[in-house]
């Protein structure tokens, strides 16, 4: 974030003559654990400690800047020191707990470590820590970012660590915990303070507010929140900034002149442009946008949450946890798959990372909206009526990740079907062809004669049988034999299990070659592994061939390497399909 060229937010607190920022976020620094916002789990757990008698020596605070490490350290520092008793609530009123908060409070030491990171500052301040407290109950050591601190710092403080005065307590508040040794760590009460959801924050923004009497919009203080990135700090710093800006009150407009935030409309445009893959339009849209003063960071981020939004939308079928969907995004996603969507936040993600290495911040942007108007993942997923299909019928197991493709909605089978001679095609997947049902409408006129059959054509005529259940595995699994030498027009065939050989069975897949053949026959089957070709073996066949050709067009096809390299995707193992409309030089199965 630091390296970003760009900066996420404008430092100006806006036009000169604006009334002066009464710095909300250190007038509403919580004094008491009651205020403290959102850290509900950390608190209860101080408190228990403080009434239990039960305390550690050292603890450790973690979480992201600005979500109230240090202010709990010093509502923990004041129920330690507070004149009343150690509490679970400070007084607030007694001289310990007042001069802690004015930072005068002798037994109270707060430093940061990003400033005192040497060896040297540390063994001075440990050295203290071997004198009694001068006027309260415990020395309190509150050592901020404390990740910062030098190694042989570390060890230091280590040894102190390792054998603590009685009346000395360590709060170490860290937002990177991975960098302190494991040895210092493992002599620390941990505890995780979480990022603010936006919902309380926006709610908290909205109570301080209407206790500093500042008319505000809702809609303002969402997108206030959004900004603060769960920092309640950073929150109030930024209303603070925002009522400058706005001359005293808090509007959606004066918010997102001073955030450069994107109206929804001209985002919506944007999106709607970029799915239609018109370049002209996307590219004078955003043009537009930053014209009027957006951040190009902003709208990269707030064009990846619309895709975000559209995801969840699709897949999931209901809005985000913390957006508010609107008709425009149930447009949107008519219009963008989810696979779609998932490139498109990526793109956008990426290019919002490398704004900073862009020769300027316009081409860098310029240069993401040609990539989201590059990336068509139709040529990727799928072509034609398999694509409609699949855009018709969202399925949520399909992933960019995975290059899965969808598979089509079955074909149902058409209503009529005996009557009309049109027969379901094996595989449900794939619509009939035009010639099988000719075919078969031809040969319910003319009879075929009989010598015509054999091994090999045995399985495309039992794929045209309008069989179903058991009878659907008879014609799939059995082979021809030949015609019996004695009896006339009977058909000797093999079947490979028991349960083929059954006579109701045997007497509907008979009806139905009396109906194709057009003259009647009757069957003899033998129960035993069958020699000659199967409608079944020939699908299998059919369908490898088709892996093969699926996996060869993805593994052969420029885009997906260059996506592959774009983005270090990997394909996910026996995740390709072959959707669509199957080749027709797709070669005869052998079997
Ligand atoms: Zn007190």
Redesign the pocket.
């Known amino acids: 974030m630091s390296d970003n060229l760009f900066g996420d937010l404008p430092s100006a607190a806006g036009p000169a003559g604006a009334q002066a920022p009464v710095v909300l976020a250190r007038k509403w620094r919580p004094r008491q654990f009651a205020a403290v916002v959102g850290q509900d789990h950390v608190v209860k757990a101080l408190q228990h400690a403080l009434t239990s008698k039960r305390l550690h020596h050292a603890y450790l605070f973690t979480g992201a800047r600005g979500v109230g490490k240090t202010t709990l350290a010093r509502i923990f520092a004041?129920a330690l020191n507070?004149?009343?008793g150690v509490v679970a609530e400070?007084?607030?009123?007694?001289s310990?707990?007042q001069e802690i908060d004015a930072g005068r409070f002798v037994d109270y030491i707060e430093i940061d470590a990003a400033s005192n990171r040497g060896v040297g500052e540390i063994q001075q301040l440990l050295e203290q820590a071997r004198f009694a407290p001068t006027g309260g109950r415990f020395k309190v050591y509150v050592i901020d970012e404390v990740h910062m601190l030098s190694g042989h710092a570390f060890n230091a403080m280590l040894k102190t660590l390792e054998e603590p005065p009685v009346d000395v307590k360590f709060v170490l508040a860290t937002t990177d915990p991975q960098k302190i040794p494991v040895t210092v760590l493992s002599r620390c009460l941990q505890f995780n303070l979480k990022n603010l959801r936006r919902e309380p924050l926006v709610a908290h923004l909205a109570y301080v507010l209407n206790q500093e009497s500042v008319a505000s919009e809702p809609r303002a203080l969402e997108a206030l929140a959004r900004a603060a990135q769960g920092s309640v700090r950073d929150g109030l710093s930024l209303t603070d900034q925002a009522i400058a800006y706005g001359g005293g009150s808090v509007s959606f407009e004066a918010v997102s002149s001073m955030l450069g935030l994107v109206g929804r409309e001209a985002l919506v445009e944007l999106a709607d442009a970029i799915a239609k893959g018109d370049a002209a339009a996307a590219m004078a849209l955003g043009e537009q946008l930053l014209g009027n003063g957006a951040l190009a960071s902003a709208v990269l981020d707030d064009l990846a949450r619309l895709y975000h939004e559209v995801i969840v939308q699709s897949v999931i079928g209901r809005q985000p946890e913390d957006g508010a969907t609107d008709e425009s995004v149930r447009r949107l996603c008519e219009s963008i798959s989810p696979e779609q969507a998932q490139l498109y936040y990526q793109i956008c993600t990426l290019g919002r990372r490398d704004l900073g290495l862009a020769p300027d911040e316009s081409t860098g942007f310029e240069m993401v909206l040609l990539r989201l108007l590059a990336f068509k993942p139709e040529l990727v997923w799928s072509k034609g009526p398999a694509r409609a299909a699949a855009l018709r019928a969202p399925s949520p197991q399909r992933s960019l990740a995975g290059m899965t493709s969808p598979v089509p909605p079955k074909a149902t089978t058409p209503s009529g079907v005996a009557a009309t001679g049109v027969t379901p095609s094996a595989r449900p997947n794939h619509p009939v062809s035009s010639s099988a049902s000719s075919a078969s409408s031809a040969s319910s006129v003319s009879a075929v004669p009989l010598s015509s059959l054999s091994a090999e054509t045995w399985p495309a005529l039992m794929k045209k049988l309008p069989l179903s259940g058991l009878s659907r595995q008879f014609a799939q699994q059995s082979s021809f034999e030949g015609l019996d030498p004695v009896k006339s027009n009977c058909l000797l065939v093999r079947a490979p299990i028991e349960a083929l050989n059954e006579p109701s069975l045997i007497a509907r897949v008979t009806d139905a070659l009396t109906a194709q053949l057009g003259q009647a026959v009757s069957l003899r089957v033998t129960v035993g592994q069958p020699e000659g070709p199967t409608a079944a073996a020939k699908d299998a066949a059919k369908a490898q061939a088709l892996q093969k050709r699926a996996e060869e067009s993805i593994a052969n096809s420029p885009l997906v390497q260059a996506i592959i390299k774009e983005f270090d995707a990997t394909i996910v193992p026996g995740s390709i399909r072959w959707i669509g409309p199957e080749p027709e030089d797709l070669e005869e199965p052998k079997t």
């Open positions: 004041k507070c004149e009343t400070p007084c607030g009123q007694c310990s707990c």
